[in-house]
């Protein structure tokens, strides 16, 4: 298994290679979440079908190494006592850095002793960092124990819009029941675009107690750029809300959507729609009654539904139903 170090949900498994010391996979893979200075960890397992798959080595490339490239073989930590194990493999960083928004989660401070026992204070913090609705973009912190006032200076970028919002909350694991929650903060679309850097007042974190965690938001200015542009008037964008999208119906305009946007200009075009779209199907139905009205059969036909969500960066619409409708593919 590769993984990304503090991204659980960005991690691939090769097949299983049966009854080998010396297995050869040929596996390849791509990080759709990849961040300049993350690290990948590769762990060696052995597959067992009923106890849990019992670990033959692992070993950690740091952010520096894959930053630069490497090709070549690594000695592998917990492969067994007096046993010298080695993973060849090779890490191509990506061509050109995709904008990100960094996110940096230094320490926590004032936290409450979460351990059984009073007075121990053997919590064992870490940080769950969730962007709201997007749960394959997960942040976990490592776990740093028995402190009430942890540092883990973990850095890493996210492929962020304009309007999300990140949640953090820190855990204190527990063997028998569920982790404990130690604090939560949420940060709003707005506060994430301004940029935050400094100590947090945590919600949750227990009766009487004042804890604070330290993080630093630094956002994507390639979106805030955007974002500035579509409200200096750009045709697609609908007053201050750039999320909100204008349906045009003179079959002329094209409509322009990102897949993941898609969701939303559909709630747009088919359950709320603006009060002049009302009032164009009113008063074109009162003049087919009273046979004024000018346009043609073709330009009363109803919305055009969405296409299925694809891989596509950018989908274009025509404002007439019954038009095909074109995808375009990446470059």
Partial sequence: MV?????????????????????????????????????LRFTIFDKDAIMKDDVLGQVTLSGDRVANGFIGTLELEKAGSGVEAYIEVAVRPPLVAPPQTKVCIKGASGLRDADWIPGARRSDPYVVCEVVGKPEMQLVTPTQSHKTQPIWDFATGLHMEADDTLVFTVLDPDVVKNADCLGQVTLTAAQLRAGVNGKLPLDKAG?????????????????????????????????????????????????????????????????????????????????????????SRQHSKAVPKLPARSDSREVLLRAEAGEPMLSLAKP
Avoid: M
Wanted: with cysteine.
């Fill in 207 to 295: 009766k009487g107690i004042k804890a604070f965690l330290d993080v630093s938001i630094e956002p994507n200015s390639e979106d805030l750029s955007r974002e500035s542009r579509a409200r200096g008037g750009h045709p697609l964008a609908c007053g201050e809300d750039s999320r909100q999208v204008r349906f045009f119906q003179t079959g002329k305009e094209y409509l322009f959507v990102r897949p993941e946007r898609q969701s939303l200009v559909q709630r747009g075009l088919v359950d709320s729609l603006e009060f002049e779209t009302y009032l164009e199907y009113v008063l074109r139905v009162l003049g087919g009654l009273t046979g004024l009205c000018f346009s």
């Fill in 3 to 39: 993984e990304i170090i503090g991204k659980p949900n960005a991690k691939h498994e090769t097949h299983g290679h049966k009854h080998g010391k010396d297995p050869v996979w040929n596996f390849t893979t791509e990080f759709a979440h990849f961040s300049e200075g993350d690290s």
